[in-house]
């Protein structure tokens, strides 16, 4: 009976709307405006952090399931026996996350240079352990085990007090052992004592009280939509919420809704279906390139090079997605000096060329049609396009694009670079240019990797522009 006064109240204070926009169906709410700050922020941070930062053996949060899973990990399982007492449980990894050298100013520091635009912190992954002290999730959260503090809301103060970052949380629907959740399964998904009793007050916790304006939802596919309450609960959050004019979702809300849902899609993780997708899409991929949570056994060959980050940056960007791109700090609090120095570089290149990729749109081209290692961006007003390309020649000073069509008033600039102006004759009738780079002297440029030249007045200019960007709010 409890129960069902619990569904009665949750109905009330979440499902009722009084001068809704949006109905809890995906056919209204497909049609809300994605809020433009998402589209021209383009580069964003992920950080998964949480109890299953102490193990660090494998990936994230998955470190439990391989070892208490349906189908273990034998090496997981070999490496417990190994090293902890016969009686240890997942649980009490919990009193091991201290985060004792967390400190949120010198992580807003970091971010803020990386020059990201915005951040998504993990508030609950798989494991259910919530970095908040949440009412739902007792003697299972940050405040009562481990670090004994609000390790969310500390986040969320630096990031803005000290940055202009927006700041953004991750949250699981799904949890491996919840025994709601197993209730749940086992009368396959035609209960809902899980959402009803923690998913969704939790949600709305977590809304009112740190506002996000991203959402970032997974843990979604063992179960529909509908069993979730996800359109109801994006409903509200659209009509209703502290952030319904701000905030963005991504497409994880039930099987069978990634990449058809959803301010923007992520798919699967890293995508980047490399051509154009017209829908506002997001490509999350990790530095350390097989795992999303920090690893004791990582070996450097493991960490992208700033090379491969920024060429990922520049795919993504210039075929219409964001970036987010994850470290996972240490269960002592510490960014890992390896994350630190990338994001530092991606900072150091973005302050040079990041007019290429802020605010910017798709251009007529992504790739360029006969180097293909040049890719095309923008600018909105449609005044100027970028090439960046990937890899500088070593063999010859000439950069042949064939994607541009010049006129007699097109110019050419490098940026970082104090040459004025880039000589350059047009490659065919037909279009395309021969860049001259004998006067660039690499070493005398402001970015090491990944070179943006600026073209103006290049003609057949036709930037792509989704009709649903919002570009009023």
Known sequence: ??????????????????????????????????????????????????????????SEAWMWWAWKGDNPNPETVAFMEKNY????????????????????????????????KYVVLTSKHHEGFTLWPSKYSFSWNAMD?????????????????????TFGLYHSLYEWFNPLYLEDKKNQFKTQYFPSMKILPELVELVETYKPAVIWSDGDWEAPDTYWNSTEFLAWLYNESPVKDVVV????????????????????????????????????????KVSWGFRRPAKLEDYMSIKELL????????????????VGPTAYGKIAPIYEERLRQMGSWLKVNGEAIYNSVPWKYQNDTVNSNVWYTASKDGQY??????????????????????????????????VDAIQWRPASYDGGIIIDVSNIKIYSLASDWVWVFKLENVRGYKPFMESKANDEN
């Open 385 to 418: 396009v970028y090439a960046s390309l990937l890899v500088w020649p070593n063999s010859t000073t000439e950069i042949k694009l064939g994607a541009p069509v010049t006129s007699s008033g097109t110019t050419i600039t490098l940026l970082g670079s104090d």
């Open 85 to 116: 007492p016969a009686d240890w449980t997942y649980a009490d990894f919990a009193r091991e996350f201290r985060a004792e050298f967390f400190d949120p100013n010198e992580w807003a520091d970091i971010l803020g240079a990386s020059g990201a």
């Open 145 to 165: 085990v481990g670090p004994k503090r609000d390790l969310v809301g500390d986040l969320a103060g630096a990031i803005r007090a000290r940055t202009n970052l």
């Open 1 to 58: 009976m409890e129960y069902f006064y619990l569904r009665l109240l949750l109905f009330f204070t979440i499902f009722v709307y009084s001068k809704s926009i949006y109905t809890p169906d995906w056919s209204s709410l497909d049609t809300r405006s994605i809020p433009s700050w998402f589209d021209q922020a383009k580069v964003g941070i992920f950080i998964h952090w949480g109890v299953f930062s102490v193990p660090s053996i494998t």
């Open 311 to 326: 060429q990922e940056i520049v795919t993504t960007v210039s075929t219409g997605g964001n970036v987010l791109i994850n």
């Open 249 to 288: 979702v991504n497409d994880r809300w039930g099987f069978g809704v990634p990449c058809q849902h959803g301010d923007f899609y992520t798919c699967s993780d890293r995508y980047n279906p490399g051509h154009l997708v017209t829908h506002k899409w997001e490509n999350c991929f990790t530095i350390d």
